[in-house]
């Protein structure tokens, strides 16, 4: 079987099962002694993982230090490879906080003229540190996001759709290949399309759209709500009602027949002080949410 030179464990996926066959003197020594594999039908000792495992097992691979491929040649790792910043991104960087520092010089002298040096200093150092969070959160989501479609290419995943949830998560879909993944805590799951039965909606814990695998009845059409402001009155299949005028949490749970791990939480939106109803920071959340709702629910229906 095909792989990189040195490989130690070439990996297939067939049917929703990936199978980790050794190649090397050092891969078949260890999986003997392991006993983690087992003997398939053509006298070869390999092993086999469902998708819901196959992550897992990876992991354990790459800390002993295994290398591992595709049958095309192409490397495959569970744990990513950190990135350092080159001068490209220092340069970046160094641009935009130039790039801010210029309107604040003159910020400077107007605050410093009416209440002081001293509040002028403190005021302009608070946006400084601000402007340049914002620009090394954004560095981190877009190296994070390439690791993601790095990783999924690995695992011959061609992702139609994929997006950033926050808080180190990301999800994608294929539809060829019939596939959903998810990276939580830098953890991959990977799912098949049939083992999908159900996604909902939630706000501060409470169903706004829910459709399962038999039903194919989404919440909104009971609630009469698709995407409207959480003050309003919004039904669902749990016939719960909001009328706060703040949403602290929007999360989409997708439910799946893996015993293990059977409901798969995405957080679109994680603020214990509340996001106000009308703001942008809510609307794009539960864009966001209802954007992937649809796709899980049209896997669902399909």
């Known amino acids: 079987m095909a792989g990189l030179p040195d490989t130690d464990f070439v ?3 067939t049917g929703g099962v990936q199978t980790f066959v050794p190649t090397s003197e050092r891969g078949r020594s ?3 002694a392991s006993g983690k594999g087992a003997v398939n039908e053509d006298g070869a000792l390999v092993a086999e993982r469902d998708t819901a495992s196959a992550a897992t097992f990876q992991d ?3 800390r002993k230090g295994f290398k591992c491929s595709s049958p095309e040649g192409a490397e495959i790792r569970h744990r990513p490879v950190p990135v350092k910043p080159g001068g490209w991104t220092f340069g970046c960087l160094a641009m935009l906080i130039a790039a801010a520092a210029l309107p604040l010089i003159g910020a ?8 002081g ?5 403190i005021a302009i150092g608070i946006v400084v540190a601000l402007a340049t969070a914002g620009a090394l959160l954004t560095w981190m989501q877009s190296d994070a996001t390439k690791a993601f479609r790095k990783k999924l290419a690995s695992l011959n995943f061609q992702p139609d759709a994929l997006e950033w949830c926050g808080a180190g998560t990301l999800i994608a879909i294929d539809k060829s290949s019939r596939r959903l993944a998810i990276q939580a805590s830098g953890a991959l799951m990977l799912r098949d399309f049939d083992t999908l039965v159900g996604v909902e909606i939630e706000e501060d814990g409470a169903t706004i759209q829910k459709t399962d695998r038999g039903s194919q009845l989404g919440g909104a059409l009971v609630g009469g709500l698709i995407a409207g402001p ?3 009155i919004v039904g669902g299949l749990s016939g719960t009602r909001r009328t706060e005028n703040r949403v602290r949490a929007v999360t989409l749970n997708i439910f799946t027949r893996d015993t293990t791990n059977p409901t798969l939480k995405l957080s679109f939106l994680n603020d214990p002080s509340g ?3 009308t703001s942008e920071t809510y609307k794009a959340a539960r864009l966001q949410a209802q954007e992937w709702y649809s ?8």
């Open 11 to 13: 990996v297939s996926l």
């Open 295 to 302: 796709r899980i629910r049209a896997v669902i229906e399909t």
């Open 230 to 232: 959480a003050g309003l």
């Open 60 to 62: 354990l691979l790459d």
């Open 275 to 277: 996001a106000m109803a």
């Open 108 to 115: 400077v002298y107007v605050v410093g003229r009416l209440l």
């Open 30 to 32: 260890w999986l003997a």
């Open 117 to 121: 040096p001293g509040v002028a200093a």
